[in-house]
């Protein structure tokens, strides 16, 4: 040293004498240009606060089921209109975001899945399908369920579709419990509903399909336990064809984690062997994006199969977010750089952690809208809000690496952080004198001493030191920096002074 990394990513492992890392509400950059001359090639920047844009309903536990952006809409314009299900009601909004309620779907409470064909938008919630014309007008029309063919099997049935796609002009679903897909007449919101005979069932394993998505020309079918690509086909009788090697022993583990970014596709995994890796998916192939540490921590959720995957980009940076309500835990892949870190919110009163609340995120307007895992909101993210949609703190923590050296008793000097300081927007009350909040474990990470509250400088005040001296003694150092002030605060390095002591 006396240099020390404090910029990285999450990668707790049960051993935490071994690895410690957690990073919470900042994400990594890197500035790995040569010809670059920053301080620092690496930095800690502050993830987006969340802004309130409406309450779509008074009843909070009408939370949001899904968000979706159309391809075209009214005249004159034919402009996208952004739609979303709250509890049982679908709403669509036009360009100033004015909601207009235009029918119900169940209330199974499910996340439901949307897409169009450039003709209708259609919706499907676990039980039915229904469709609503794009070109309507804001304010008129209503949706109409769509009917659906029936099944094969001893007893057959009405199809239940759980997931929907958009494919070659046609719509695709899933039959739940089934491992047949069905497809729609060319063009329309119409199926076979008489001869039954527009389906594929899939081709290289018989597990059931739990989830569909389409990426660059591909319509990519999930099992619990396998995957399979399929293309556009030789006819009109014979619209589509399975890609010849495209199959593969890995499935998806939490049928909602599918999401798309960069011609890439993510989702949470699973095989005959078992669960717990996050996957990226490009042409026919696909590869393993977790880390250890995060595999380390996805093993210890109750509820993994609920998993609920989406993705944005923001100033260059490409993110996976991945949450897990019922474990509290999100868990987000930076794709542009390869790293994971952490989005969580804090419980107020017993300052436990809690699931990041943003999800489904759409990009319309300039702005990254998305629902909320509790209450019935409308949100958009925003890089230069400090706290959450509900303005409640956003509490942001790096716990560092294991720092020793040559397994030696190190005499603790001084520690300083170097990042964004004097930089406050607040004259007064909370924020206006903001402080970073360092805990030292002298044990490995396992436990943590008194907390030390370091300023960073009220506005102006540009030349702010932030360091703490006799910090005793250590052999294996871990440092937890945490800031719960209303700043947008960065961290670019920190150096750790320090005596080795003699063998003891």
Known sequence: MPFVNIVGQSYQLDEKNLSSQRTINWHEEIYADEDDNTKSKTALKPTPGGRLDQVMSSITTDVCRGLYVSSSGPAPTFEGRLYGVWGTKVYRFDMALNPFYIGDVSATMQPVGMVDNGLDFVVVDGSKMYSYPLKEIDGLGTLAEVAMPTGGGLTPQTIIPTHVAFFKQRLIVNNRNANTWYFSKLGLTEFDCINNLDFYSAEQKSDNI?????????????????????????????????????????????????????????????????????????????????????????????????????????????????????????????????????????????????????????????????????????????????????????????TMGVLNDSMLAMSLEQFSIDGLVGNTELLEGQGSNPVVMVELSKDGGYTFGNRRDLSIGRQGNYRKLVRIRSMGRARELVIRISISDPVMYSIYQARLDYKLCGRS
């Open 210 to 398: 739990i989830a569909l998505q389409t990426l660059s020309g591909s319509l990519w079918i999930y099992g619990p336990k396998s995957f399979e690509i399929w293309r556009e086909g030789p006819s009109d009788i014979n619209p589509f064809a399975y890609v010849g090697g495209s199959s593969s022993q890995i499935g998806i583990f939490a049928a909602q984690s599918v999401a798309t970014l960069d011609n890439t596709i993510f989702w949470f995994g699973a095989s005959d062997v078992g669960h717990g890796m996050v996957y990226a998916g490009t042409g026919t192939t696909c590869t393993r994006v977790s880390s250890m540490g995060i595999e380390d921590q996805l093993a210890k959720l109750t509820s993994p199969s609920q998993g609920v995957g989406w993705a944005y980009a923001q100033s260059g940076n490409l993110f996976y977010i991945l949450s897990f309500p019922a474990d509290n835990r999100t868990f987000v892949y930076d794709h542009s750089i390869g790293k994971w870190h952490e989005r969580l919110a804090r419980n107020p009163n017993t300052g436990d952690w809690l699931v990041y609340p943003y999800v489904y995120g759409v990009f319309m307007n300039n702005r990254t809208y998305c629902g909320t895992l509790s209450g019935s909101a409308l949100v958009y993210l925003d890089g230069n809000k400090a706290t959450e949609w509900d303005d409640s703190p956003i509490l942001r923590q790096r």
